[in-house]
């Protein structure tokens, strides 16, 4: 099924470990992000990408590192896991457009200890 | 970034009842899209539905639809028969091209539906 591919499902980390959060798309979209979803903080992003090669830091860009070598893949690395690193982290794709709405991954629960 | 307030943290619907939920977002570009997604217990992120700025007419998807008030800055979504389905949290969004293509996320709205 074409869509955006998010792995793993469900992490736990210990402080201090580190870990990359898979995504990819089928879709041939140029623009991909990462979100991380807070209880009443609604979506934050985190890093984008506009194309391959090419990476841009969002809202809370801190702990985290992204690489675009592919159009299909952007990996979300966490350095070193804090806990305030526990969130539902979620991945996502579209066309380099505006009247576009993202496709989403299904979400990783990540829990830091 | 624009700034997208949802200024009901939790709302109740009766099944078969109508709900709105509310929306206001802060910009001064005239050329932008608005979203509602829908983030039921799955944690599935669902587009429900989108309007275009430029557009005066209010977006329609079956028992969905928006209120779209360009100059008071606001865009409400109606539920109309609501179903034990529509339980979730809805999400309002903004994008733009000076937003850098990012979807910027209202902190969302926790819908419950009653028998």
């Known amino acids: 099924n074409a869509g955006v591919t998010q792995t793993p499902k469900f992490q736990v980390l210990k402080t201090g470990q580190s870990m990359t959060l898979q995504c990819a798309q089928d879709?041939?979209?140029?623009?991909m992000s990462w979100y991380r979803q807070d209880p009443g903080m609604g979506l934050r992003l985190i890093h984008y990408?506009?194309?391959?090669?090419?990476?841009d830091q969002g809202e809370v860009p801190n702990g985290y590192n992204v690489s675009r070598s592919t159009t299909e893949d952007f990996p979300l690395r966490l350095l070193s896991a804090a806990p305030s690193q526990t969130s539902v982290y979620f991945c996502?794709?579209?066309?380099?457009?505006?009247?576009?709405?993202?496709?989403f991954g299904s979400g990783t629960r990540l829990t830091v200890v | 970034a624009q700034t997208v307030t949802q200024s009901q943290p939790e709302m109740s619907v009766q099944e078969a009842e109508t709900v709105t939920l509310s929306c206001t977002y802060d910009?001064?570009?005239?050329?932008?899209?608005l979203f509602w997604y829908k983030q039921p217990p799955s944690r599935q992120m669902i587009l429900v539905i989108r309007?275009?700025?430029?557009?005066?007419q209010n977006a329609t998807e079956n028992r969905f639809s928006v209120n779209f008030q360009k100059a008071a800055k606001s865009f409400s979504l109606k539920i109309s028969d609501s179903q034990l389905g529509d339980a979730a949290m809805y999400f309002c969004?903004?994008?733009?091209?000076?937003?850098?293509?990012?979807?910027?996320f209202g902190k969302g709205t926790s819908l419950l539906v009653t028998p």
């Open positions: 910009t001064s570009e005239s050329d932008y899209y």
């Open positions: 969004a903004y994008r733009s091209l000076n937003s850098g293509y990012a979807l910027n």
């Open positions: 309007q275009e700025a430029y557009k005066q």
């Open positions: 879709m041939n979209h140029e623009y």
């Open positions: 990408s506009v194309g391959a090669g090419i990476t």
């Open positions: 996502a794709s579209s066309p380099l457009a505006v009247n576009y709405g993202y496709t």
